[in-house]
Structure formats: C-alpha cells, structure tokens
C-alpha cells in the first residue's frame, strides 16, 4: 500500500467522520425547510421501495408455490388433472397480480386506506437494508453487474431447463416438476430484473439525501469509491450510518403527509402492472402449453 493511497485513505475517513458529526447537528437543529425538503426526497424513495416490491409479487408468489409443490404426494404428480389446476392456478397468479394492487389503489381513493408510521418506517428501512446495505456489505459492490461468463452460463442454463423439462414432462410424468423448472427460470429471471432495476435507483437513493448536504456528501464519496473499487469496512459504516440516519428521521420525527399513502399503493401497483407486462406472455405460454 502507497503512501498517498494511506494518506488519501485517511484524509476520506476523516471526512466521513466530521459529515456524519454535521449530520447529527442537522438533525439536532431540524427546521421547517428541512422537513418540506425531505418529504419530497423520502416520496422518491418510497416510490422506488414500493415499485420494486410490486415488481417482485411475481416472484414471491412463484416461490411460495415451489414450497407448495414440494409437498404434493408423488402418485398425484403423474396425473393429468394437476396439468389443468396449475393452470387455473397461474391464470388466478396473473389476476390476483393485478387486482390486489389495484384493489389498494382504489382503498386509497375511497379514503379507507390506512397506514401507519411504523409500516411506513419499516417498509422504507428493509427495502434499504436488503436492497443495498447488505450486497454492499457481503460483496463490496452491488448486485447485477453480470460479466460474460455470467451471460454465456445463462445461455447454457436455458437449453439444461429445456432438457430437464422434457424429461420430466414426456418420461417420469412428474408435471409438477417440469412446472417446478419453468417456475424456478421465471423467478431468476424476475428476481435479476428486479436487482438490476436497483442497481439503477441507487443514484436516486442517494440523491434523496440532498435535504441532508454532509449525508449527500457521504453518498458522492462512497460512489466514487464503489466504482473505484478501494471499498473498506469504515466506507460501509459511513455509508449504513448517513443512509439510515437521513432516511429514517424524517419519518420517525416529522408527520407523515396524506399523499405517501397514495406514492405508497401508486408505486407498488405500478410494479406489478409492468413485471406482468414484462412476464405476463411467458406464463400465458405456460397456462397454453
């Protein structure tokens, strides 16, 4: 390790540290433009928390019914009426995709939504944490950044699906696991999306901090260096403590406007509509065989 690498080192940590102390001064001192600042920043934020997990309700439902599979007794698995209830079933997944959300949406404008803080709180909090702090944490960097090995395995794992499927479908007979394979692709395949779609939001997350100019200027450090790949474990501190902080004051302290409750069912409807739009015509193949 250089000097200059050393000394550039420290001279960011120091940084971090007399940020993360204006930080707590900001926060000690809150004003009235403070808050109508951060309203607007934490709406974004909630929309893009929100999006993405209606973006994942696909991929939710899809693993809780591999775990449903999994339990279905063998000498059921062969016969040929399971081929129509799983298909009856998908057609309920794609409605109920839609319709739930759509069903809160319209709770909304009927006033008889009800959220509260703490959902809020916690919703925003886990999306965070799971989302970003902790790839970041894990892998020094954040998911969805595939390589051409990564490509090429892909290409290679489509044509393994379709073998595996065919055998199980036209010689074992186990339809349950041939749409256990199908299952299993979509949710990847989902699940890559839905990373790659944060991996994008991340400049708005930290963005959402501008309200907060020392937490701003944390997350501008912290990208510099991310693409730089010098990552250390104080970048992470200082990065989890001016997230969290800069998030989840505003919350915690001032009143929740009305219109989060809309951004909060808007978003999470708007990410179902377009992961169904996205995946829709796959699973339709799959209801047609």
């Given at each position: 390790?250089?000097?200059?690498?050393?000394?550039?080192?420290?001279?960011?940590?120091?940084?971090?540290?007399?940020?993360?102390?204006?930080?707590?001064?900001?926060?000690?001192?809150?004003s009235y433009v403070l808050l109508v600042t951060a309203e607007f920043m934490l709406g974004i934020i909630i929309f893009i928390s929100r999006f993405l997990s209606g973006f994942g309700f696909l991929s939710l439902v899809f693993m809780g019914l591999l775990l449903v599979f999994r339990y279905v007794p063998?000498?059921?698995?062969?016969?040929?009426?399971?081929?129509?209830?799983?298909?009856?079933?998908?057609?309920?997944?794609?409605?109920?995709?839609?319709?739930?959300?759509?069903?809160?949406?319209?709770?909304?404008?009927?006033g008889v939504a009800n959220y509260s803080r703490l959902s809020?709180?916690?919703?925003?909090?886990?999306?965070?944490?799971?989302m970003y702090l902790v790839p970041l944490w894990r892998e020094k960097e954040l998911p969805g950044n595939r390589g051409i090995a990564e490509r090429i395995?892909?290409?290679?794992?489509?044509?393994?699906?379709?073998i595996k499927k065919g055998y199980y479908y036209y010689f074992s007979r186990d339809y349950l696991r041939a749409f256990s394979i199908d299952f299993i692709y979509l949710k990847t395949q989902i699940d890559a999306k839905r990373i790659s779609l944060g991996r994008l939001f991340f400049?708005?997350?930290?963005?959402?901090?501008?309200?907060?100019?020392?937490?701003?200027?944390?997350?501008?450090?912290?990208?510099l260096r991310l693409r730089k790949n010098i990552l250390g474990i104080i970048d992470n501190v200082?990065?989890?403590?001016?997230?969290?902080?800069?998030?989840?004051?505003?919350l915690i302290m001032f009143p929740i406007p009305n219109y989060f409750i809309l951004v909060w069912n808007t978003a999470?409807?708007?990410?179902?509509?377009?992961?169904?739009?996205?995946f829709g015509p796959a699973v339709i193949d799959l209801i047609c065989g």
């Amino acid at each position: 390790m250089s000097l200059r690498f050393l000394e550039e080192n420290i001279l960011i940590y120091c940084t971090y540290v007399l940020m993360l102390g204006l930080i707590a001064s900001i926060m000690l001192y809150a004003s009235y433009v403070l808050l109508v600042t951060a309203e607007f920043m934490l709406g974004i934020i909630i929309f893009i928390s929100r999006f993405l997990s209606g973006f994942g309700f696909l991929s939710l439902v899809f693993m809780g019914l591999l775990l449903v599979f999994r339990y279905v007794p063998k000498n059921y698995r062969k016969r040929k009426s399971i081929l129509m209830a799983v298909r009856l079933l998908l057609v309920l997944v794609l409605m109920i995709s839609i319709l739930l959300p759509l069903l809160s949406l319209l709770q909304v404008f009927l006033g008889v939504a009800n959220y509260s803080r703490l959902s809020i709180t916690i919703g925003v909090l886990s999306f965070v944490v799971t989302m970003y702090l902790v790839p970041l944490w894990r892998e020094k960097e954040l998911p969805g950044n595939r390589g051409i090995a990564e490509r090429i395995k892909e290409q290679f794992g489509r044509i393994s699906r379709k073998i595996k499927k065919g055998y199980y479908y036209y010689f074992s007979r186990d339809y349950l696991r041939a749409f256990s394979i199908d299952f299993i692709y979509l949710k990847t395949q989902i699940d890559a999306k839905r990373i790659s779609l944060g991996r994008l939001f991340f400049p708005l997350i930290i963005l959402a901090m501008l309200y907060c100019p020392p937490a701003l200027i944390v997350g501008i450090i912290y990208i510099l260096r991310l693409r730089k790949n010098i990552l250390g474990i104080i970048d992470n501190v200082a990065i989890s403590v001016a997230l969290i902080a800069s998030l989840m004051f505003p919350l915690i302290m001032f009143p929740i406007p009305n219109y989060f409750i809309l951004v909060w069912n808007t978003a999470y409807f708007l990410g179902s509509v377009t992961v169904a739009i996205m995946f829709g015509p796959a699973v339709i193949d799959l209801i047609c065989g």
